[in-house]
């Protein structure tokens, strides 16, 4: 849940900056962030959903995420056509961000600990404790 809320920072924070080496230092931050939320993304849903929903969770998950994708650009084209201003789209993409790593928090820890307590390494393999691989 850090990733998301600290690439939303870094977006709002690239509004603030004139100087080169300003957003030099924010997109850096911002990469940094953005990459390390894909490697948690899959955890985090196997976690929230289980084993039995993930597959189609996942998918949805990047149904949705390609929607985001597709319409923020235009999106933010249009608000620099009302505004004659980029400033409002970063504001924008990192306010969306933010809330939607502010959305995760209940999600969290609404959770069963006796949920998240079975889960362990083989399970998260589609394995079941004591059974082989059939390879």
Known sequence: MIF???????TLGMAFWNSVAGLFICSCIFGFFCASFGPTCCETLFII????HFNISY?????????????GAPAAGFMYDLTQYYGNSFYLGGAMTIFGSLIMI????SLKKE?????DETQMNG???GT???C
């Not at 209940?106 to 820890?109: E, G, Q």
């Open 115 to 119: 949920h998240v307590r079975n889960l």
């Open 59 to 71: 998918g949805l998950e990047m149904l949705l995420m390609g929607l985001g994708w597709t319409v």
């Open 106 to 109: 209940p999600a969290k820890y």
């Open 4 to 10: 998301p809320f600290e690439t939303g920072l870094s």
């Open 127 to 129: 394995f079941e404790r």
């Open 132 to 134: 082989e691989a059939n």
């Open 49 to 52: 959903v289980g084993q039995k």
